[in-house]
Each structure stands twice: as C-alpha cells, then as structure tokens.
Nanobody, 122 residues
C-alpha cells in the first residue's frame, strides 16, 4: 500500500522560508514523477512544482519560479520542497503527489499525501 506523508508546514512571516518533506512508503520515487500541489480555500488545486526522476527534469509554476526548489533523496525515498521568500499568497494546504498520469501540473497523480498547511503572514 502506497503512503505519502508530508511534513514541514507551519506559519511564517512574509520573506521567510519553509522546507516541506514528503516521505513515501510502498512506492519508489525513482520510477516516475513527484509533484507538489497547493490549494487555498475557495480555489482549485494548482501544480507548484514537479520532478521527473528519470532525467531529473524539474518544473515550476511561474508564481514560484526562483523562490521554490523541488528535490528528492532516492536513498531516503523522500521528496522536498524548499520554499524561500514566501509571500502571503503562498498560503495554502500543500500536497505531495506521485506517479503522474498526465502533465505535471495537472492533478492526475495516482498517489497523494494528506497535506500540510502553510500560512504566510504579512
């Protein structure tokens, strides 16, 4: 049974940093794509970043380029999202996902974590 568990969310002031982690069990990150999504109240879930493990390609939403960095540690089977220069508009529930069935930014992944809340105050 595949399980993804996020951690690292919290409350920070604008300009601060957080690092989210996504530990996988029953699934090997090195086999496909791992992504991070976020969903704010009243808004659709949006793709934030993704990493394709085959070639190491990374993708980012325009809104986070230059501020967020996605990575993974295959030995630990854990993915990360380093978030710097956080803004109030980054406030949302953040989800990790694995095994994409479509474009990286679409929520068409087979496995999802339970989410971790990120709140950025001005």
């Amino acid at each position: 049974q595949v399980q993804l568990v996020e951690s690292g969310g919290g409350s920070v002031q604008a300009g601060g940093s957080l690092r989210l982690s996504c530990a996988a069990s029953g699934y090997t990150y090195s086999s496909n794509c791992m992504g991070w999504f976020r969903q704010a109240p009243g808004k659709e879930r949006e793709g934030v970043a993704a990493i394709y493990t085959g070639g190491g390609s990374t993708y980012y939403a325009d809104s986070v380029k230059g501020r967020f960095t996605i990575s993974q540690d295959n030995a630990k089977n854990t993915g990360y999202l380093q978030m710097n220069s956080l803004k109030p508009e980054d406030t949302a529930m953040y989800y990790c996902a694995a095994d994409s069935r479509g474009s990286w930014y679409l929520p068409l992944y087979n496995y999802w974590g339970q989410g971790t809340q990120v709140t950025v105050s001005s």
